[in-house]
């Protein structure tokens, strides 16, 4: 009996080679698996599912994964206002661990012999698809055709060809990975440690040339409506927001990171519609949130975003942290004004029945209603009592 192997497949070179090696070279039934976390149209997903089948696959499955992957993940990098090195909203990272987790449901599902995946042995996809692997499906071979034979593309491209295959072999300038949270963009310009990608590599070009306010509204921390406009899911709500502030050419930029595998490395990407709602959040929790909430979501949703970039999703400490930062947007529901010009976008300010800066409990700088002169006379003698005591001991020590 053939082994049954579960392959994660995009239908690119690398994913075709697996397919092609496996069914005819070792003699596997092969079960292609693509994971739709936004970056795909259904036309593409059919000619994905034909390029499958014209492979060799015994059967493939498209799985439609925004809902789960909004909900198990960016939910929770929304609550965070998580950016990595301050910069980078996650996009393609945090994407691949709800990919590798369909597929371990579909290994289990069909009860497969080993999971494959195309990943090379020079990034962090590797570590995240078999680290997931190895906590779902214990047990399970885990199959890298590419990685262990240290394949390059034009040693792939020969294996193809000598089968006939029919597709694309051109290598395109720049690579491009699409997804509900943004899209990386990797060309010669990311491979040292200076330059800019081009105008040409941005897969959403500049359209707009005015400016525009927008008002978005917040649903205990969720982003629920976009100019009065309410959308069933959050999911629709990000992707209606994309195609409105894409093309003013907003959130781009160059990353700069550590690698899980102990490399730098840079990755240009654009994550419009999540770098507008990330700072629009942000904007409405200094608003709505208590100076010590806020510190500390700070500092936990630092160390969420981290282990999440390392691959680390199914650590319980994850679902201990989302338990707190749930917790803490129950008051986070509100407007938020939003002015869009071509490569920017500035906070307006925020409406919301929340607001910590009410004007009826005084206005910062000019005047106060909750307290009198003679209170924060006796405050700030108090408040410094700590310090101004070990100031007069040093000085006593000193004298004597």
């Not at 040292?192 to 081009?198: K, R």
């Not at 989302?322 to 803490?328: G, I």
């Not at 004004?337 to 071509?342: D, I």
Request: hydrophobic letters at 40%.
């Amino acid at each position: 009996m053939s082994k049954k192997v579960v392959l994660g497949f995009s239908g690119g070179l690398d994913t075709s080679f697996c397919v092609k090696y496996f069914t005819e070279e070792k003699g596997y039934e092969v079960h292609s698996i693509i994971v739709n976390t936004g970056g795909f149209t259904k036309d593409e997903l059919k000619h994905i599912e034909h390029h499958a089948y014209a492979l060799g696959v015994k059967t493939h499955k498209a799985v439609e994964a925004e809902e789960s992957y909004y909900n198990s993940i960016i939910k929770y990098l929304v609550f965070g206002n998580v950016l990595k090195n301050n910069t980078y909203p996650l996009s393609v990272s945090a994407e691949r661990l709800i990919q590798a987790l369909h597929i371990s449901d579909y290994v289990q599902e069909l009860n497969a012999d080993a999971v494959a995946h195309g990943s090379t042995g020079a990034g962090n996809d590797q570590v995240r698809f078999d680290m997931i692997f190895n906590i779902m499906i214990p047990g399970v071979e885990i199959i890298t055709p590419i990685r262990d034979m240290k394949l390059s593309r034009e040693a792939e491209v020969e294996f193809l060809k000598s089968k006939n295959v029919d597709m694309n072999f051109a290598k395109s300038v720049y690579s491009i990975n699409k997804g509900l949270w943004g899209t990386s963009v990797g060309g010669k310009e990311t491979l040292s440690s200076y330059g800019m990608l081009p105008e040409e590599a941005w897969p959403t070009q500049v359209t707009q040339t005015g400016t525009e306010e927008i008002k978005l509204h917040f649903e205990e921390g969720e982003l629920t409506e976009v100019n009065g406009e309410y959308f069933e899911t959050p999911v629709k709500a990000i992707q209606y927001l994309q195609s409105v502030v894409g093309p003013y050419g907003i959130g781009r930029d160059i990353h700069i990171g550590d690698t899980i595998i102990g490399i730098k490395g840079r990755v240009g990407f654009e994550a419009a519609a999540p770098m507008v709602i990330l700072k629009a959040h942000h904007a409405l929790e200094k608003h709505v949130l208590t100076k010590w909430q806020l510190n500390w979501k700070d500092q936990l949703a630092i160390f969420y975003g981290n282990w999440l970039h390392e691959g680390q999703i199914m650590d319980p400490v994850m679902r201990d942290i989302e338990a707190f930062l749930q917790n803490t947007q129950k008051n986070v529901t509100g407007d938020v004004f939003v002015q869009l010009k071509p490569y920017h976008f500035h906070i307006i300010g925020i409406d919301s029945k929340f607001d910590l800066m009410s004007a009826k409990f005084g206005k910062y700088g000019e005047m106060n209603t909750g307290w009198t002169g003679d209170d924060v006379r006796g405050f700030s003698k108090i408040f410094g009592n700590q310090t101004m005591i070990w100031h007069q001991v040093k000085d006593s020590t000193k004298e004597s």
